[in-house]
């Protein structure tokens, strides 16, 4: 396993070895050591993106770090906004990114969809008369 | 200096703070309302500071004549199951 984790500090010495926690982040399996954080556990793999933006899909991650501003929200074992940076990993967690939600409020979304019923009327006799 | 994100909940720049103050010359609270700075996931608590400054700055306003933007509980934010009594542990 190829870790970003410092395990050899140049003040506070070297990383004790911890006992391995498995859990699952976007279906994948990753590992990471007890009494890690989600958000540090990921980091030690490289995964810096813990969420996209609901509506834009930028990517999000790690900001303040102490549980304050809710960027790294994640959903744990079905239970939605989670903060990765203040959750303990546990075994067989399983983790799920934030994801774009779709916009309803965006004309792009709307599709052919009728917006009235007398739209709906209308769109219905045409499929009538291109039935017969 | 413009593309500098003042509100990361709700991903809105300085640039769109000046054009919507400069559209609809509005005050510090219906800046507020119309673009939804501070009033993302983190309850504003991250950016209030620096959406008060720059939306006294635009407007002009002092922040006590008109309707403050004010603060409002709760401090997290909690789920209607927490509510009901379902909390977990932690």
């Known amino acids: 396993m190829t870790t970003k984790r410092i395990v050899n500090h140049p003040v506070l010495g070297k990383l004790e070895e911890n006992k391995k926690i498995t859990f699952t982040f976007d279906g994948q399996s990753y590992d990471g050591y007890e009494n890690d954080t989600i958000a540090s556990a990921l980091l030690a793999h490289g995964i810096r993106t813990l969420r996209k933006h609901e509506e834009s899909g930028n990517p999000r991650g790690i900001y303040c770090n102490i549980g304050h501003c809710y960027e790294c929200r994640v959903t744990v074992d079905e239970v939605s906004n989670v903060r990765a940076c203040l959750t303990p990993i546990k075994e067989n967690m399983v983790i799920e990114s934030g994801k774009v939600q779709p916009s309803p409020l965006d004309p792009k979304n709307e599709g052919d969809l009728p917006r009235t019923y007398d739209e709906f009327i209308r769109s219905e006799e045409q499929k009538k008369n291109a039935n017969k | ?90």
């Open chain 2, 1 to 90: 200096m413009q593309h500098l994100i003042i509100c990361r909940c709700e991903e809105v720049s300085l640039k769109d703070l000046e054009e919507t103050a400069k559209k609809f010359n509005c005050t510090a609270r219906e800046l507020k309302l119309r673009t939804r700075a501070g009033m993302g996931f983190c309850g504003g608590r991250t950016c209030r500071p620096a959406v008060d400054k720059v939306l006294t700055d635009l407007t002009k306003e002092n922040p006590t004549d008109a309707i403050p933007l004010k603060v409002s509980p709760p401090v997290r934010p909690i789920s209607l199951s927490d509510l009901g009594g379902k909390a977990s542990d932690d």
